[in-house]
């Protein structure tokens, strides 16, 4: 189809994308260097800064490559092969495991996982440093790839997500720049600490596919390292430690064994969610690590997110509960807390 791909084909196909990404609160701009007519999507909130900083005119223009500026979460640009229009390369951050430079097991793996077609010779991706999603639309398929399926729908999803995570970390690391508002950053400390859950919880339930049960052996554990990424928590959660007690628990409500919301795609079991029952916002008060096995709870989703949102009296039955299994595994693991102090955690 070569001699019949035209640059008109190819600019509709990148409108019906940009239309598309309309259901995010992103807009499109104009890339730096625009030979290739890039379109980089960044946050409503960065339009008229980004404009001025990058736009025509502006002194630090071209001065960081998309790559390494978190405002830009898509760059999509024409791609031409020996000066002969190909199609589009769309390029987006997100977070996936490390490809190993021209391995087609790594292709695979990425397939299976989100579905992305193997076998059609004119959609091509690989993941760039387990960070940016290079994906070509070439050819014939310019005519018949839809931004709407299945496969890249989910996948932007989940990258958005892990934008948003890094949007808002940008926004609190500028704090006391005056364009900053304070009670919207409050708003997005808030949005940040629920990202962070989200994507511990995506990488517990795939880590747990491989349900293979560890014995597990209550005993005291240093504190752990201070994450440099997350806001909302000072630590890092080690995710082998979320998926232990998920397997543990037979991947049941540990609340009621009877609260079973749907079959996980991924394990192919009940889904549930790992919760730390002393939150790790709280790790500076003990001398041993919290991020312990003896305080992670499997929780259906319903009961996650009462722990976190529900009033205190209608979550203070669950928490006594939960309190009472996991008390004594505490000690053992030199954690020491009155059922007292943790309900005032979570009033």
């Not at 709407?148 to 995570?165: H, I, M, Q, T, W």
């Not at 009462?306 to 039955?317: I, M, R």
């Amino acid at each position: 189809m070569n001699g019949l791909l035209s640059e008109k084909l190819i600019e509709d196909k990148k409108q019906e994308i940009l239309d598309y990404l309309d259901k995010y609160p992103v807009t499109s701009i104009n890339g730096v260097n625009n030979k290739n007519q890039t379109k980089y999507i960044i946050s409503n909130k960065y339009e008229d800064e980004y404009v001025i900083n990058h736009g025509k005119g502006s002194k630090s223009k071209g001065s960081k490559k998309w790559k390494d500026d978190p405002r830009v979460w898509i760059n999509i640009h024409t791609r031409y092969e020996k000066d002969e229009l190909k199609g589009l390369l769309i390029q987006i951050k997100c977070k996936s495991f490390r490809w190993l430079g021209g391995k087609n097991n790594d292709k695979k793996k990425f397939s299976e996982k989100w579905g992305f077609p193997i076998n059609n010779t004119n959609i091509d991706y690989s993941v760039w440093n387990g960070e940016i999603l290079n994906f070509k639309v070439m050819d014939d398929a310019i005519l018949t790839f839809k931004p709407s399926e299945d496969y890249f729908n989910d996948f932007l999803e989940e990258c958005y997500n892990v934008y948003e995570a890094n949007r808002v970390k940008l926004g609190i690391e500028h704090l006391n720049e005056p364009t900053v508002l304070i009670a919207e950053t409050n708003v997005d400390v808030n949005k940040q600490e629920e990202i962070e859950d989200y994507l511990y919880q995506i990488e517990v339930h795939e880590l747990s596919r491989l349900s293979k049960r560890v014995e597990i052996v209550d005993i005291r554990v240093e504190k752990p390292l201070k994450s440099d990424k997350a806001i909302s928590e000072k630590y890092k959660r080690n995710v082998q430690k979320g998926k232990n007690a998920i397997v543990d628990a037979d991947f049941l409500c540990e609340v009621n064994t009877n609260h079973k919301v749907f079959v996980s795609k991924v394990t192919g079991k009940n889904y549930v969610e790992a919760h730390h029952l002393i939150p790790m916002e709280f790790q500076d008060k003990f001398a041993a690590s919290v991020d312990v096995e003896a305080n992670i709870v499997s929780l259906c989703v319903t009961c996650h997110k009462k722990l976190h949102h529900a009033v205190f009296e209608e979550k203070e039955e669950t928490l006594n509960m939960l309190y009472k299994k996991r008390v004594s595994r505490l000690l053992k693991c030199g954690i020491k807390i009155s059922k007292k102090i943790l309900f005032s955690w979570y009033e």
